[in-house]
């Protein structure tokens, strides 16, 4: 309940925020940061629900980038690419998970390693397509729908809330159902969920095609606003990044993923000027979360928020004494 | 038949740094269930180590390969202590995730060290070759061979026949019973991860001289020391040499006569294969879980 | 003769060199409680792995109902209507007792993500009726107390009744239970009994592994005994424990049971 609400004012001042603050380097940071927090949305989905860590998410988000940029340079209109990319980036979620996530323990890590390296590869080689190393320009903004008609940046901060709240929708919806409670079950022991009835492969390779998807609609989100692609992009340090996006919020909740995406972006723009030590800053974070506190910015809260509650009662029976 | 030789030759070379690298890692998978990381970092804190002692401090060559390794041993199980000993019976996951942030502080560390640009190491034996009729072989990929076997034999011997050998393998097998037969198992992992890491360190040492020496040079060696631990079966020796010099040699050809852009494909290909096909390896039976 | 609910043909498993279950056949009848015993390392466990999926014989076969289930994986194993429990307890860590058990009801629901995601009234009646049985089967075994606890945290007695629970909430008109008693005191054991025999009463089938004799004797209506893999005796409990191999082979390895018998 006390999440519903803490998500509906963010929603609120989401909205409301902008209208007051409009202005173009805030407003970017925003919108970074909404394409962010899909992404992590959606990675959470496969590493946080059901448990399994996926070190090549940044794949995803290119192949979901490219496809809707190249899909829509060739006259598609740029919502129907965008639909296509994800679900081309399902279909590749599938053909990795299926031989990979039947089987237990470490592989699926060190299998979505190997595909973030792969599809890196063939953006940076597959040059008659992608332009390699030289970037992908001239992709179209997406066709103006009523009241947005993307000419300027606000106009793709309310698109990305409203692709952000419809994420933060799916993920609840998921969780809560029969599917996200075979994802738990999984996450916890697998062998318990199979004696439970649960078609495990089924459900990791499910999981992972709709996290595939979502980080598609990142991608082609990124792609049409910035209107510019580039192979670094969508190398081995940004699947990193994602995960430590997830990590810091806290693994497996959706107010966590929200969370995470928004204070490492905000973050890494106050750490520009450090640039140099920020990679440093954060591999200390990783190991001190896990160590210290697995359940990352979420759990802090959580935590923050039962210690409010008790003082709260406490101040409460004190004043009717 | 030359050039065949030739790519034979340089195969092997990978192939050898492949199976140093490996060697710790499954060894660490078998006993701990884990994924470590942060294992590719140790061979290029090996290379930078060797690097400085030879540029900075005119160290001898031969010299700094056994001092690095002894440094990341050190490295190693300060790792071990600080970052995996405390998630000792936490979820497996975090100790992945937590060898993943250790990767990161180690790469970031050198580059803030050493900054980001490609060093080289110098060897006696670069510039040097040794002909075979038509063949000419460079002494330092003859050196990297002849010293990559001497090791494999060395810590083959050690974990066969020693003492600690016996209690590495016992702990691999199973920890719990192997705790009960009063062995130390805490000292026993640190032992492994001071092996490991000096063995990382080795073929980082090794191969400097051919390649150069920069900050993120470890994530692919981690990369492709899983497809060796995956192709042998996780926590076998044999496997793991047996795996990484087929997977030396089956790149090397790759890039010789196919296309060398896509050449770090391969051992990806080949990973997804040995999990379709062989899920425990080439040369692992298929073993059921403990229920 | 009623058709067996559960019956193997020479079912037999290979660990490497090793033969943990050696051509065992046995079949159970509907409503019974059916005791499976002999020493440690005599595959007791192993055979619930094999019945449930969780391993693949070697050789032989295992019928459920009359219907092969010999290749058949562990979730739709539960499907047909098996259950078990774990000799080392295995509940979902960190999540409550009623989430434990709310996970047997999986494959009931039969609604799809799209009507989850416009929580459709199919969804919602669907869910509802599953939390509704959950916190009926609560209600029945006195759990409803412990419904919001971290299961894993509760003392063992309750943790086993809750994996047994969990186990019935899946459906299921067979039962394996892997040591039930194994760490319960007394008291707790006699609740156990009850328990058990409830469950029989109420025309389910129940397949123990268990090494405390006087609970054997007290419930099994018939018992095999396993002994290196192979079956040495099927019959009833005064039966089988006066078969000079049954006693020898408890009297070679486990004398101190062979005294209880």
């Not at chain 1, 440093?280 to 509650?309: H, T």
């Not at chain 2, 970031?108 to 009729?133: E, Y």
């Not at chain 2, 590495?168 to 640190?190: P, Q, S, Y």
């Amino acid at each position: 309940m006390k999440k519903n609400l803490l998500l509906a004012l963010l929603v609120l001042f989401s909205i409301g925020f902008p209208l007051f603050m409009s202005n173009d380097y805030l407003t970017h940071i925003l919108i970074m940061a909404g394409i962010n927090v899909i992404l992590v949305l959606s990675l959470n989905i496969i590493s946080g629900f059901a448990g399994q860590i996926s070190l090549g998410h940044a794949a995803f988000f290119g192949i979901g980038a490219y496809a809707s940029a190249l899909l829509s340079m060739q006259g598609l209109p740029v919502w129907i690419a965008g639909i296509i990319a994800a679900v081309i980036s399902a279909l590749a979620g599938l053909l990795v998970g299926y031989p990979v996530l039947r089987l237990r323990g470490h592989f699926f890590a060190i299998a979505t390693l190997g595909f973030g390296e792969i599809v890196h590869l063939i953006i940076n080689n597959w040059v008659k397509v992608t332009r390699g190393p030289m970037g992908l320009s001239g992709i179209p903004r997406p066709e103006s729908i009523p009241g947005l008609d993307f000419s300027q940046k606000i106009d793709y901060y309310f698109l990305i809330l409203l692709l952000v709240i419809l994420v933060i929708y799916l993920s609840n919806r998921m969780h809560k159902s029969k599917m996200g409670r075979a994802l738990s079950a999984i996450r916890a022991d697998e062998i318990t969920a199979r004696t439970m009835g649960v078609h495990v492969a089924y459900y990791k390779v499910t999981a992972f095609a709709w996290s595939a998807a979502v980080a598609a609609i990142a991608g082609a989100a990124y792609a049409h606003y910035v209107l510019f692609l580039s192979p670094e992009t969508f190398k081995g340090a940004a699947s990193i990044n994602i995960l430590l996006m997830l990590l810091i919020g806290g693994i497996g909740s959706v107010l966590g993923s929200v969370l995470g995406g928004l204070f490492i972006t905000v973050l890494s723009e106050y750490l520009r000027a450090f640039a140099q030590y920020q990679m440093i800053i954060y591999g200390v974070l990783i190991v001190f979360v896990v160590i210290f506190a697995p359940k990352g910015l979420s759990g802090l809260l959580a935590k923050m928020a039962g210690l409010f509650g008790r003082w709260n009662k406490r101040g409460a029976t004190n004043i009717s004494n | 038949m030359v050039e065949f030789l030739q790519q034979t030759i340089n195969g092997l070379v990978m192939g050898s740094s492949y199976v140093l690298t490996a060697l710790g890692l499954t060894l660490i998978f078998g006993m701990l269930d884990m994924l470590n990381f942060a294992h590719g970092e140790l061979l290029m804190a090996g290379a930078f180590i060797a690097t400085t002692l030879v540029e900075v401090f005119h160290v001898s060559y031969l010299v700094a390969i056994p001092v690095s390794m002894l440094v990341v041993a050190i490295l190693g199980v300060i790792m071990h202590r600080l970052a995996f000993h405390p998630l000792r019976n936490s979820e497996r996951v975090n100790l992945l995730v937590s060898s993943l942030g250790v990767s990161i502080i180690l790469q970031n560390a050198v580059q803030l060290i050493w900054g980001p640009d490609p060093r080289n190491l110098p060897s006696p034996f670069t510039n040097l070759q040794i002909s075979f009729g038509g063949l000419g072989i460079n002494q330092q990929r003859l050196f990297v061979v002849l010293v990559s076997i001497l090791l494999i034999i060395l810590l083959y011997y050690v974990i066969q026949k020693s003492k600690i050998g016996i209690a590495m393998r016992a702990c691999a097998f199973d920890m719990d019973v192997a705790k009960l037969m009063g062995i130390k198992a805490n000292n026993i992992i640190m032992f492994t991860f001071a092996i490991g890491a000096s063995l990382a360190a080795s073929a980082g040492t090794l191969l400097a001289p051919i390649f150069s020496v920069y900050p993120t040079m470890g994530v692919m060696a981690t990369v492709k020391a899983f497809v060796v631990v995956l192709m042998g079966g996780v926590g076998n020796i044999t496997g793991a040499i047996a795996g990484g010099f087929i997977l030396g040699l089956v790149e090397t050809y790759a890039a010789g006569y196919w296309s060398s852009e896509y050449k770090d494909v391969i051992a990806f290909v080949i990973m997804i294969l040995v999990l379709l096909l062989k899920p425990a390896g080439l040369f692992g039976k298929q073993v059921q879980e403990k229920v | 003769m009623a058709q067996p609910i559960l019956a193997t043909e020479n079912l037999a498993l290979h660990f490497g060199g090793v033969v943990a279950v050696d051509k065992v056949s046995i079949s159970v009848k509907p409503g019974q409680i059916f005791g499976l015993i002999g020493p440690n390392g005599a595959g007791k466990t192993t055979m619930f792995n094999l019945l449930t999926g969780i391993y693949k014989p070697t050789s032989g076969k295992m019928f459920f109902k009359g219907k092969d289930i010999t290749h058949l994986p562990t979730h739709q194993i539960t499907e047909l209507g098996i259950s078990r429990t774990f000799q080392n307890i295995r509940l979902l860590k960190g999540q409550s007792v009623f989430e434990n058990i709310l996970i047997a009801t999986h494959y009931h629901l039969k609604y799809n993500f799209v009507s989850a995601f416009f929580s459709t009234p199919k969804y919602r009646s669907q869910e509802q009726k599953a939390k509704q049985m959950v916190n009926a089967l609560l209600e029945q075994y006195h759990l409803t107390q412990y419904k919001d606890e971290i299961a894993s945290d509760l003392p063992q007695g309750i943790q086993r009744k809750v994996e047994i629970i969990r186990a019935l909430a899946t459906g299921a008109e067979l039962v394996f239970l892997d040591e039930p008693a194994a760490g319960l005191n007394p008291v707790e054991t006699s609740e156990l009994m009850a328990l058990i025999k409830r469950i029989r009463d109420e025309g389910k089938t129940v397949l123990l592994i268990e090494h405390d004799m006087k609970l054997v004797k007290g419930v099994c209506d018939e018992i095999a005994v396993l002994n290196f893999g192979q079956l040495i005796d099927q019959g009833t409990y005064d039966q089988v424990t006066k078969n000079p191999r049954v006693v020898q082979a408890y009297l070679g390895r486990r004398y101190e049971n062979a005294q209880s018998l």
